[in-house]
């Protein structure tokens, strides 16, 4: 595969990271209830996410509510909303960064500029993927600890939700991709970078001598 085919495959992964970043962001199962009780058969589930929380009722009906108050939530909730919503907006920013220096658009004439905006959009990916895994982590974190404290009652333990274990897979694209992306732009750069000498055709002056400056 040519390193054309490689840039746009790690574009094509960081644009699908970055819809998996969105989608976690926007999905209520950050926490879901722990069923750890000898008794099975539960009347509700309660999912809890960055926006709002749901109760699912064994019958399939589900109830969601916002958050009322910003101020009001817990430190990791903040810090994930306020990182995934930059991300979200970096990684559009990198997907732009990206199409305009990428080898395929004609945006920018081929050079060594062409070159460095195509890394900066990769180390933007790059970028988004470590950002989004800090909520991720917290959120980790606190349900195992939570989970594993005797002193936390059976009804508030939860366990990890769908939402995190998309937000590392969406992670694992946008680090991969940005990757992709630098990698290929560095070796077609330094393919690019030979230089090229040129020197002067000697023409022979009147006096049937070559001119003594084609030898300088």
Partial sequence: ?????LEILGLGLGILGW?????????????????????????????????MNCVVQ???????????????????????????????????????VTVVGAQCTNCIRPGKMKSRIVIAGG???????????VPLCWFANIVISDFYDPAVPSSQKREMGA??????????LLLFGGCLICCCSCSQRDETSFPVKYSAPRRPTSNGEYDKKNYV
């Fill in 19 to 51: 819809v998996g970043v969105i989608l976690a962001c926007g999905l209520p199962m950050w926490q879901v209830s722990a069923f750890i009780d000898v008794n099975i058969v539960v009347a509700q589930t309660i999912w809890e996410g960055l926006w």
């Fill in 163 to 172: 939402a995190l274990y998309i937000g590392w897979a969406a992670t694992a």
């Fill in 58 to 96: 064994s019958t399939g009906q589900m109830q969601c509510k916002v958050y009322d108050s910003i101020l009001a939530l817990r430190p990791e909730v903040q810090a994930g909303r306020a990182l995934t919503v930059v991300v979200a907006l970096l990684g559009l920013v990198a997907l732009m």
């Fill in 1 to 5: 595969m040519t390193s054309a085919a």
């Fill in 123 to 133: 180390a933007i990916y790059i970028l988004c993927g470590v950002l989004v895994l």
